[in-house]
């Protein structure tokens, strides 16, 4: 059986901001069709990675491609056809507050696509039902919104172009454990459906355990590790043991009923 194809390929990443040296000679590979988990400490530059995989910011050395393509040398209807390809939820939502529900889903169709209103109308008012939401909630606005539901609606946003591959930046921050639960469960269900590569930000162990398929910690500005969950949770690492072997970590591996390393409180 062959190897799945890379989707991100990351070579020789550095990245500083002045002195301050974020990232130091990164080398990272995302597969086809897997949930790569990027953890670390605050400041740690995790989002700011995940900024270079959508060519946001460019890194002080290094190649980011995407789908084969360097993003730093990318034309810019290159880029544009690239970006058609993925999706992103940010974290917080990130909904554009003067735009009503039906008109944030919209958007990156009306951008990006060229397809008739009734068309428009038709795939939002899908999207919207395959997160969840209500056709009556179509005319609302953010700011009349639950948290849970903002997160639905920009997730309903993210996958409006039906991307191979997306990006989520801290997913479940600020949710109640019964909806970030229920996230969790819509996006392991909508990423089968579309079958998609995710590159996920997260903090939440409930949500790294339930989704990911490898995770990469980045500490002390490099890359110290890309395996598995079952590998990662057997290292010998201080961020490992912080990290995965208190009394949260313990209680979100024993949930997955994975085995659970000796350590810990």
Do not use: C, Y
Request: glycine residues 10%.
């Amino acid at each position: 059986m062959s190897a799945p194809a890379a989707v991100v390929e990351i070579a020789g990443l550095s990245t500083r901001f002045g002195r301050q040296v974020v990232h130091r000679d990164i080398d990272l590979v995302v597969f086809q069709g897997e949930v790569l988990t990027l953890v670390g400490g605050s400041g740690s530059g995790k989002t700011t990675l995940l900024r270079q995989m959508l060519g946001l910011e460019r890194p002080a050395a290094g190649t980011v491609k995407v789908f084969g393509t360097d993003l730093a040398r990318a034309t810019a209807s290159g880029l544009e056809s690239i970006r058609s390809r993925w999706g992103m939820l940010f974290q917080g939502g990130a909904l554009f507050s003067a735009l009503s529900v039906f008109d944030n889903v919209a958007l990156p169709l009306r951008e990006l696509k060229r397809l008739d209103e009734g068309m428009v109308h038709d795939l939002v008012m899908l999207k919207l039902q395959m997160v969840g939401i209500e056709p009556k909630h179509a005319g609302k606005m953010p700011s009349e919104l639950s948290g849970g539901m903002v997160k639905r609606i920009a997730f309903a946003r993210a996958i409006a172009l039906d991307p191979e591959l997306l990006f989520l930046d801290e997913p479940t921050a600020g949710l109640d454990p019964d909806r970030s639960e229920g996230f969790v469960q819509m996006v392991i269900s909508l990423r089968a459906a579309l079958r998609m590569t995710v590159v996920m930000v997260t903090h939440d162990l409930d949500t790294l355990v339930s989704l990911s398929d490898r995770v990469a910690i980045l500490a002390h500005s490099r890359l110290v590790s890309v395996a598995t969950l079952d590998e990662t949770v057997a290292l010998d690492d201080p961020f490992v043991h912080d990290f995965f072997r208190g009394a949260r970590g313990r209680r979100a591996l024993l949930a997955r009923g994975g085995a659970v390393p000796p350590g810990g409180t």
